[in-house]
């Protein structure tokens, strides 16, 4: 008999969480996991799943519109968000009961609750009142949305937690941030219909993306009918008799029937009881974690958002097999973090992978630019004013490519690709001797002959 009840516990039922769960299990170890929530985590019932659904919904009237030029003729359009929102429920408990049965399949017990550490080797759960030992324990809890705390009227935004069941569609909605969530939402909504305002601090949105992708995809979020406000936020919310008020640093007052927040996410660790257990937290509520994803003491583990590594869902699936082989599987595996490709489900949508042009010229003796900015083929006669940006950052030195920026109808799928080739080590040979398939955007990435400009460090 071993001296635990289980070799491993995980906590959060999660994308990170569940594949540890599922592979350490399919090793041979006996394992259990236990979600407060619902499993499936952020990603699948209140995150990139259902956006994308939404994201799906948001881009047909500009499809309906197109249709015209290729000779179809449509009745008026009308959009019923309520068959949306249950369809997308539909899908979600669809996918929430997948991945149970997964569990279930490789043999690992479930439990439903919030859990909490009671030393380092025990660990409660709460709803359940049951408590459990473990050889390992993996703390695999997400994250949050973020709200500021000191907002006079606060009691009356949304954030991302909410917005996928408001039992309206709102007819006007702010949103504050200018990341991720805040850009993909903004487009959605302007996309659905709704009078769609982005509130920003900063002069221009998505930091830490390169620059030229910001302008283009600002610009063209502006010509879809987006309104910006750059460099202020909300000093105050009001209810009134016509739906929300925000005021902000400018004086400046933004009616709206929602608003939502998306001021970015924090580890969730609040709960765990991590000082029973000896983990220590960062300032944020972070988990500090080694290469290998071990917390401050031996035997605890963490992946995922909790982390604060890489907030992508990919990233935690692979942080969680990784763990699960490592420790279970005698396969010694430790996550790259370099080069993840990752795409903005604007409208245009944003793909990209590798250095940005900004972040080559700091690092590299020379930085070789190409870059095109076209009108996509259905535009020409569908009528759409979009513009496609692709840009292939080169290193001078080895005639590697060590970026690639696309703006535009899917870029998402071809920055996934050319992630595998930046990771194979692709020069821009490469791409110059690979026969374009036409007639594709694609092909755009293999024909840039000229380079746009050069950078040189002096
Ligand atoms: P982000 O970190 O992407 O963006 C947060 C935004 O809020 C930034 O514009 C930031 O400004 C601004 N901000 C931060 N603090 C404040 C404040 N106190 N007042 C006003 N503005 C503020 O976070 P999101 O919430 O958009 O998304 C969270 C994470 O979820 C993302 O970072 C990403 O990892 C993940 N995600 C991934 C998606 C995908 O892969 N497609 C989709 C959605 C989320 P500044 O830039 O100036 O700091």
């Not at 690992?108 to 390992?136: C, G, Q």
């Not at 991302?160 to 850009?183: T, W």
Request: glycine share 10%; with cysteine; hydrophobic share 40%.
């Amino acid at each position: 008999m071993s001296e635990y009840d289980y070799d491993l516990f995980v906590i959060g039922g999660g994308s990170g969480g569940v594949r540890a769960a599922r592979i350490a299990s399919q090793h041979g170890a006996r394992v259990a996991i236990t979600e407060g929530f619902r499993y499936g985590g952020t990603c699948v019932i209140r995150g990139c799943v259902p956006k994308k659904l939404m994201v799906y919904a948001s881009r047909f009237p500009e499809e309906f519109k197109e249709s015209a030029g290729f000779g179809w003729n449509l009745g008026e359009a009308s959009f019923d968000w309520k068959r949306l929102i249950d369809n997308k429920d539909t899908e979600i408990a669809r996918l929430e009961n997948a991945y149970q049965a997964n569990l279930k399949r490789a043999g690992v017990d479930i439990y439903s609750s919030f859990a909490h550490f009671v030393d380092p080797h025990t660990v409660k759960l709460i709803e359940e009142d049951r408590t459990f030992t473990a050889r390992y324990i993996l703390i695999a809890t997400g994250g949050y949305p973020n709200i500021d705390q000191t907002l006079e009227g606060r009691e009356h935004l949304i954030t991302s937690n909410d917005i996928f069941h408001l039992d309206e569609m709102p007819k006007r909605i702010c949103i504050a941030g200018g990341g991720y969530i805040g850009m993909e939402f903004a487009s959605i909504f302007n996309g659905l219909g709704a009078e769609t305002t982005l509130i920003y601090r900063g002069p221009e949105p998505l930091r830490g993306f390169d620059d030229e992708v910001r302008a283009h995809v600002r610009q063209e979020m502006i010509d879809n009918g987006v309104n910006f406000v750059f460099g202020e936020v909300f000093t105050k919310i009001e209810k009134t008799e016509n739906g929300l008020v925000g005021t902000t640093t400018t004086g400046r007052k933004i009616e709206a029937d929602q608003i939502l927040f998306a001021i970015g996410r924090s580890p969730l660790t609040d709960g765990l009881n991590l000082g029973a257990a000896g983990v220590q937290v960062g300032e944020r509520g972070e988990i500090p974690v080694d290469s290998e994803s071990r917390t401050s003491v031996g035997h605890i583990y963490a992946v995922g958002d909790v982390t604060d590594r890489v907030a992508l869902t990919p990233v935690a699936i692979r942080e969680g097999h990784a763990f699960a082989d490592s420790v279970f599987g005698e396969m010694k595996t430790v996550v790259d973090h370099e080069n993840i490709a990752t795409a903005v489900f604007t409208t245009p949508e944003i793909g990209t992978v590798g250095l940005t042009e900004e972040q080559a010229v700091q690092r590299l003796d020379e930085t070789v630019v190409y870059a095109a900015n076209f009108k996509p083929m259905k535009a020409t006669i569908g009528g759409s004013n979009g513009r496609m940006l692709m840009k292939l950052i080169v290193d001078g030195s080895s005639d590697r490519v060590v970026g690639a920026h696309i703006v535009g109808p899917d870029a998402a799928e071809m920055a996934q690709l050319i992630g595998v080739l930046i990771n194979c080590g692709a020069t821009k040979a490469h791409f110059d001797t690979t026969i374009p398939l036409h007639p594709s955007a694609a092909e755009e990435l293999v024909t840039m002959r000229e380079p746009t400009r050069r950078h040189k460090k002096s």
